[in-house]
């Protein structure tokens, strides 16, 4: 059969997202990859100059997505299907264009993890992520903000004379536009997928990619790669080279043999073929392969302890297989950021197929032959050579025009292109998906003045680019005006110019809330924490005279409250977090997160029996942030004893 392109639904047990959280992400979430200065000493000086290149102060201009539960119900989720006579291809265009299933029709077998519930969990930079299948990390170290954002997607021709579906958006925590083209030929057994990143402006910009493949874990699942060396990062957050297969005696390529969780980025040779597979007990799997650009390879395994086997379990439900992840990226090793130069480009072509290896060979003592055994399956099956020809095929219709659209994007490229005039190629941000949140940017743009909104509302979210800084500092300055500018400068590290431009907007600002908050955590950050609890109890108050009915507000009650009580808390000043606590909605602290902020306010008032009740009764904290140790925490400011397996997210060196 020809390759056949057509939209459907994917019906899935989901959570809702929720709103966005409509406070500023003015520090960047926790991060699991991070490095201090010794633990860099000895690298390689590429990966240390890769390692330095413009880590993230904030995660602005993206919102944070905290506002989800963990209540599913059977949910129509869009989505795009790609299918020939080898593979059916499910595409889920509103949620970062995560491939959710890569199913090898010959065989009946599913190729990657396909998790059978969309939960959200704060695993992303922005916080709401989803396991399972294919992903498209973009940005920074981390999930990408746009795990569970639509992205643009349309028809284009194929280099066959078929079709094939691009996926496009700007990127804005580096803002830079990317495509995704998913080329099914239609005679293959591989799954083709162009990438690529541009670069529109006049300066070099920090980039980062790596795709994220989750393949079932069995006992006997071992993932091979062409490297007898590896970096490996684990929980103590170093980053050391271990030989590969075998380190401190135990063979690391079969994430079953790991304990707690873990990260291995292999050495692949500058020569060698890009690729990493992971294989079954009887030697058969997924592929992935990839022109040499994508240098980097990586498995990833949450460890058979039960800190790891507890958030599988967080990821999915009860009774579904455990999963390890097989990536691949621009640099050695996700700590790092290659610099993309001006009014350049980064392209590349990868592949995703069936792999079939000799049990005994793929499975064999000797590294070196199973290695091989699988680089001549994989030849056999897809010759590099013809990889590379598929990328130059492939490059001569990446400008092509889109055609049929599939699904829509968000409206902030659009902005951009408006703004700077960008001339992209196959990537069209039209003016017709500009919507409410580019609107006031958007007359900032054509006059020069950043209009007051037409109701009382939280403040929408802050561009914070130069040149939208720019376009700040020269508008008329009043108090909405001052905040956003304030916001910008602090993302630009020019902490006491915001604190400045908060003061000037406090001092004729109707909302008093959104100036004091930023002050607030501007005084905890520089370690002024009984003027930050000053701030966001003023705060605080001031947002519950002004609020209104509504999802937002409610979503802006619930963030500033949560911050409140924990400043409060932090000035050893428990009366003033209660009062906090109850000009929180009820619906509010009925959610697990706040359950969780009660018992440990009641730790503090010296009531711990009552806190022991809140553990009894039962409750699950949704935004539990990938890594947490919050909830045995708090348990064990009440009792020595156990911590109970439903709290207990720790791994194996935290519950020592």
Known sequence: MATSVRRAVTTLPAAPLGPENPLPGLRTLDQAHELDARAKEGLPRDMRRQIGNAPLRTTLPVRTLDGYGRERAETEIP???????????????????????????????????????LQPADFALNGAWFSGGIEWNIGATGHTTLTCAPLHAAVVPAPDGGEMVRLWEWERLRDLPFQVDLWLPADSAFLYVGVRIRNPHERAVPTYWWSNTAVEQ?????????????????YEQTLSRVPVPRSEGVDRTYPAHGEVPADYFYEVPEQARKWVAALDGAGRGLVQTSTDALRGRKLFLWGTGDGGRRWQEW????????????????????????????????????????????????????????????????????????????????????????????????????????????????????????????????????????????????????????????????????????????????????????????????????????????????????????RAADLYAEAFADLCEERREGERWTAATAALGREAIEALLAAGRPAGARTVWEGLRPETRRTGRFRLVEARLLVAEGAKEAARAVFDAGFEVADLREGSTETSDVWAMITDEPVPAAYDFRRRAESA
């Open 79 to 117: 989505s795009i299907v790609i299918e020939n006579d080898h593979l059916r291809v499910t595409v889920l265009p509103g949620l970062g264009g995560r491939i959710h299933s890569l199913h090898h029709k010959p065989t009946g077998r599913e190729l990657v993890y396909r998790n059978p519930v």
């Open 218 to 234: 069995t006992g006997r699942t071992r993932v091979l790669a062409p490297a007898d060396e590896a970096w490996h990062f684990g």
């Open 315 to 530: 990821l999915t439900e009860p009774g579904t297989p455990g999963y390890a992840e097989i990536q691949a990226g621009l640099a050695r090793t996700q700590l790092e950021h290659v610099l993309l130069e001006p009014e350049a480009e980064f392209s590349w072509l990868e592949a995703y197929g069936p792999l079939a290896v000799d049990p005994a060979a793929a499975h064999g003592e000797d590294w070196a032959a199973a290695r091989a055994a699988a680089e001549d399956a994989l030849e056999e099956s897809l010759p590099r050579a013809e990889v590379d020809a598929a990328r130059t095929a492939w490059l001569a219709h990446a400008d092509l025009e889109p055609g049929e659209r599939l699904a829509t994007g968000s409206g902030w490229g659009a902005l951009e292109v408006l703004r700077a005039g960008h001339k992209l190629p196959g990537t069209p941000f039209g003016e017709a998906t500009l919507g409410e949140q580019q609107e006031p940017w958007l007359e900032l743009l054509r006059t020069g003045v950043f209009p007051y909104p037409r109701r009382v509302t939280p403040p929408g979210p802050t561009l914070v680019a130069p040149h939208w800084r720019d376009m700040l500092e020269t508008a008329p300055a009043d108090p909405l005006t001052e905040y956003h500018l304030g916001v910008a400068q602090w993302h630009a590290g020019d902490l006491a110019q915001a604190v400045r431009s908060w003061e000037r907007g406090l001092q004729l600002a109707p909302s008093r809330w959104p100036l004091l908050r930023c002050l607030a955590l501007a005084d905890r950050a520089a370690g002024h924490p009984e």
